[in-house]
DNA sequence: TAGATTGTTAATCGATTAACAATC
DNA sequence: TAGATTGTTAATCGATTAACAATC
């Protein structure tokens, strides 16, 4: 199996959340700026010159030697490749504490992403409406994401529910499924996931504040 | 400056994470097993067993060559390297939607971060209860924080509000933070910082979607 | 032209994987 | 002992950084 495909090399997996973070600010600077350099938006992001130079130019060559990019033409490539000003259908599978705090986050719905169906397995919650959305129960996952066209499925259920979520939005046809539960689970080839695990997160501070020595007073 | 201090190598940072996931598959596997070899962990949590074995390895020699490992000594060696068990303090800042959740989080309580003081911009919220806390205005966070020895900041404010937030924990001697803002925020030497950003995660899933292939079914 | 900055190549770095001698 | 599995070394892989010729 080929290892590149087409001629530009790979863009590494990393680099993607870099491109959100540049297309972000570049929503800011387009106020008061036509071109940005590459020195310029490491300054902004934190990311190396050589880096930023590096992730823009495999989608072709937005840069001007000697001028840097200009604002809005590149805030537009950027958007266009993270599919942004698109509308994402996105379904919520958990309306705990975690999941209604999603539906209720402005920034996501400003963002396009549309949340079309919320679910639960607890038929105290099963009926009620939150946020505009009516929550349904958890057997209806599979079928009314296919129904609604969900693309994103976001999911907020205890450890021990997380893998049958999963498998019912890809049940469902989703094909990109974001999963707080803190327990691991599997998805088939061409479904993406990722997994923000909160209790890992802070346990991963702890760790440092063991370890790590502590930084004398200059 | 010596790129290793000691003997032993660096632990990659990366690995820091798995460690957590170990212990969490530890924790469940105590119930019915004496003995877990790397191959079993590795089917549990998905990294390799060669990963896994290496991981482990940096903290001394736990395992018995033949047998594998024994569940209840490596799940202490790994809590005791983890703090867990320990109680940490944590200090909230910003109680919308998102901080509001995190707040009622059972898993974190259970896990022994347990938040002492919360703090939010807003004078309508400051001065109500919430969870058993009372909420305090940001002005305070610097001085609260010292007084109570937080050690763990969670931020859960808007993006412009996310530097300020974690200046001033910094300022209270916080040394760990977990910031959920949209934003990029810098720390002096020596503190801790990870950052969850919700609209970056769903927007890197946007870009597989629109990017990845479709898997041809078998 | 002189100055600035890109896009890209080569060098470096860090982390993962494979392989296997040592060990129970 | 035979079989299993560790801990570790060497090879591989992937991503980042540095450097600079090409370009405006």
Redesign the interface.
């Known amino acids: 199996m080929p290892k590149e495909r087409g001629g530009a090399k790979r863009l590494p997996e990393t680099a ?2 870099r ?3 540049y ?2 600010a570049l929503e800011r600077l387009a106020a008061g700026h036509t071109y940005v350099s590459s020195a310029r938006l490491s300054a ?3 990311f190396t010159a050589a880096q930023i130079r590096r992730d823009l130019a495999h989608f072709g060559q937005f840069g001007v030697p000697g001028t840097g990019y200009e604002v809005r033409a590149l805030q537009m490539q950027l958007s266009r ?4 000003g ?1 509308s ?1 259908r996105v379904a919520l599978v958990g309306v705990g ?2 999941g ?3 539906l ?2 402005r ?2 719905q400003e ?1 396009g ?1 549309r949340v079309v169906a919320a679910f639960d397995n607890d038929l105290v919650k099963v009926g009620k409406r939150w946020e505009g959305i009516e929550i349904e129960h958890a057997s209806r996952i599979s079928g009314l994401c296919r129904e609604l066209g969900v ?2 499925g976001v999911v907020t259920v205890p450890a021990r529910a997380a893998q049958e979520a999963v498998s019912s939005l890809v049940a469902g046809g989703v ?4 999963n707080f539960a ?1 327990h ?1 689970v ?1 998805v ?3 479904v ?1 996931l ?1 997994s ?17 020595p ?2 004398p007073r200059r």
């Open positions: 993607i959340t491109l959100s973070i297309r972000r902004i992001t934190g490749i993270l599919g942004a698109r994402w504490s975690l209604s705090a999603l209720a986050y920034a996501f963002q992403f693309e994103i094909k990109a499924i974001l803190p691991r599997e088939p080839e061409g993406r990722r923000v695990d909160l209790s890992v997160e802070m346990e991963a501070l702890a760790f440092h504040l063991l370890h790590d502590p930084v």
